[in-house]
């Protein structure tokens, strides 16, 4: 689902590097801590956005799969670094339905990429979808976000689609899917395109 607009900022991001300030903590999101961190996790993933989704999205996702969302925090003062938001629902277009779990957003603070917070935060999201017995993790990046690309493929995603055209910016998109259990392969092939959210930007 969500991407880059400024597609060219990938390979060339401006931004300062800083090294990591010490071991940051990675938490589970919960329902307590929405007045907390919801502004925060709005704010990480609209800065890359090119129309920030509303609040009803992220509480679409955080009310009903809160536990698949995990949080970097910066450990001097609990500020939020990195965030992935997941789903997981029975898909059933597929001739044996599947339990797929979906990666719908991930943001890392700009200044703290290229140190694997997004790689912990996705094997934490991997891990708990596993646990839940998810068939399948799928996920939708733009085509030209190297760091995305790269970072899904090192974890064993595969391409499984391009998707032309898919943004409003007119970028396409490759669908990445990660398979956690053997499945019907045909029908793994080709999942359709995501089944709730429409391309919201
Ligand atoms: C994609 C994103 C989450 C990666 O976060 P991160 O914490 O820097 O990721 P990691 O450090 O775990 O790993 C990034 C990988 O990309 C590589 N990378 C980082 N910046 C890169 C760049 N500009 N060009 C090419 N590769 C790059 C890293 O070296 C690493 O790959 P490697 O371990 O194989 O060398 C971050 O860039 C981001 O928030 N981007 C904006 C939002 C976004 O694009 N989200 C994904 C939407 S699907």
């Not at 996790?41 to 995990?70: M, N, T």
Request: overall charge negative; glycine content about 4%.
């Amino acid at each position: 689902m969500a991407t880059v607009d400024k597609s060219t900022a990938h390979s060339a991001d401006p931004s300062p590097r800083a090294e990591l300030p010490g071991q940051l903590d990675y938490i589970q999101y919960e329902h307590s801590l929405e007045a907390q961190y919801l502004p925060a996790i709005r704010a990480l993933i609209s800065k890359d956005l090119s129309e920030p989704y509303s609040i009803y999205v992220y509480r679409y996702f955080l009310y009903q799969w809160g536990h698949l969302c995990f949080m970097a925090l910066n450990p001097t003062d609990s500020s939020l670094i990195g965030v992935v938001i997941c789903k997981l629902e029975r898909h059933a277009s597929h001739s044996a339905p599947t339990l797929r779990g979906y990666i719908a957003m991930l943001a890392v603070a700009a200044t703290y990429r290229g140190h694997g917070v997004a790689t912990a935060l996705v094997k934490m999201a991997i891990d708990a979808m596993a646990e839940r017995d998810a068939d399948e993790i799928v996920l939708e990046t733009e085509e030209t976000n190297t760091p995305a690309m790269r970072l899904y493929e090192r974890l064993g995603f595969l391409r499984s689609k391009k998707l032309h055209r898919y943004y409003l910016n007119g970028n396409s998109a490759y669908r990445l899917v990660l398979l956690l259990k053997p499945v019907d392969v045909d029908a793994a092939a080709d999942p359709e395109p995501d089944e709730c959210l429409p391309v919201l930007r």
